[in-house]
């Protein structure tokens, strides 16, 4: 797709992307994709291929956990890899520290860098998919570059 049809936020999404190495292409898709099911039938893969971008507040602080459309994030297991409590943020705030909405927030892109872990999960699938800033678009990625990309440290969720 070209470019200049992609939203403002999935463009930021690419040069991002393309700033840390990614070949930056980002896809629309014809119809919103808001959930991992959605995105995972809209492209024809496995629901545990899709990234789910979340935000969570570790104490107080916003983190992001980039999951496994296939899992749920235990909180108190998870909370407790990471040293902390660990408790969903609010709408407000995902929206806030990622510059991007619920529904498709990309991985990388946001204002500020949020610490960020990846579910190991993901490593079971050559190739995986994010959002890519907006609800209607997505990139293609594999484990070892979404590590790399967002200089995140993998850790079991579930």
């Known amino acids: ?14 040069d991002t992307l393309i700033s840390r190495g990614h070949h930056g292409l980002i896809v629309a898709q014809p119809e919103p994709t808001h959930t991992a099911a959605d995105a995972a039938r809209a492209l024809g893969v496995d629901v545990g291929a899709i990234t789910k971008s979340l935000v969570f507040l570790l ?12 899992h749920q994030v235990d ?6 890899r990471l ?12 929206h806030r520290v ?6 498709g927030v990309a ?9 960020t872990w990846v ?10 998919w994010a959002a890519g800033g ?12 979404l590590l790399r990309i967002t200089a995140g440290l993998p850790i079991d969720v579930d």
């Open 83 to 94: 040293d902390g409590t660990l408790t969903r943020a609010p709408a407000d705030m995902v």
């Open 75 to 80: 909180l108190t297991k998870t909370g407790a």
């Open 98 to 103: 990622t510059g991007q909405p619920i529904g």
């Open 119 to 128: 579910d190991n999960a993901l490593a079971h699938h050559r190739e995986i």
């Open 134 to 145: 907006h609800p209607s678009t997505v990139f293609r990625t594999s484990f070892p570059e």
């Open 59 to 70: 104490d107080d602080d916003p983190v992001l956990l980039l999951v496994s459309g296939a």
């Open 1 to 14: 797709m070209r470019r200049s049809s992609l939203p403002p936020v999935a463009c930021r999404v690419a």
């Open 107 to 115: 991985p990388v892109g946001h204002p500020t860098n949020l610490p």
